[in-house]
């Protein structure tokens, strides 16, 4: 089982800052097969990144993905108030498909 | 826009059996894949299945044979079984829709169910 593991947990940063999250995975994943996706309370996660760095329909021009090999990241160029929440990396390319355990944004 | 609606018990005893369906609306449930995941309290999501139209199925083995997903698609529905339940399988599950075609994991993501397994 591929574990993906995330840094830091959490993160808490003022609005207009840039924000950089990391994910690192146990083997080697291909790019192609890696997501991000945001979960704020209460609700259902929502796909951000799909294939390391497709951005889903949506989903603004200041959230990147990047990555390959091992180490990914998910870069908010510019936090705004509604970015706050948990962010979970994804791999599908190895069964099971397994995720991180998160890192929270906090807004200051 | 798809949308995946999940209904069953909020709440199931231990060692009977979960159901789980998830209703699909605005889009044909053919050609793509349809997953469950589900999320104890306070942790990260966990993949349990996933189902290609009516017959490519694919489980997480840490699942070993207690789970079923099937589809239904004269209702445009997708169900999974969990049998044996144990507290372990308290969580929010989650019904989901592959991205686009080809995509075999989350992209599209139901509201999520409690289900708390408890007598």
């Known amino acids: 089982e591929v574990v993906l593991t995330q840094s830091p947990d959490t993160l808490s940063l003022s609005p207009g800052e840039r924000a950089t999250l990391s994910c690192r995975a146990s083997q080697s994943v291909s790019s192609s097969y890696l997501a991000w996706h945001q979960q704020k309370p209460g609700q259902a996660p929502r796909l951000l990144i799909y294939g390391g760095s497709g951005r889903a329909t949506g989903i603004p021009d200041r959230f990147s993905g990047s990555g390959s090999g091992t180490d990914f990241t998910l870069t908010i160029s510019r936090l705004e108030p509604e970015d706050y929440g948990v962010y979970f990396c994804h791999q599908y390319g190895y069964s099971p498909y397994t995720f991180g355990q998160g890192t929270k944004v906090e807004i200051k | 826009q798809v949308q995946l609606q999940e209904s069953g018990p909020g709440l199931v005893k231990p060692s009977e059996t979960l159901s789980l369906t998830c209703t699909v609306s605005?889009?044909?449930?053919?050609?793509?894949?349809w997953s469950w995941i589900r999320q104890p309290p306070g942790k990260g999501p966990e993949w349990i299945a996933y189902?290609?139209?009516?017959?490519?199925?694919h489980y997480n083995p840490s699942f070993k044979s207690r789970v079923t997903i099937s589809i239904d698609m004269s209702k445009n529905q997708f169900s999974l079984r969990v049998k044996s339940v144990t507290a372990a399988d308290t969580a929010v599950y989650y019904c989901?829709?592959?991205?686009?075609?080809?995509?075999?994991?989350?992209?599209?993501w139901g509201q999520g169910t409690l289900v708390t397994v408890s007598s």
């Open positions: 189902i290609f139209d009516s017959g490519n199925t």
């Open positions: 989901a829709r592959g991205y686009g075609p080809g995509y075999a994991s989350a992209g599209y």
């Open positions: 605005g889009a044909s449930i053919r050609g793509y894949y």
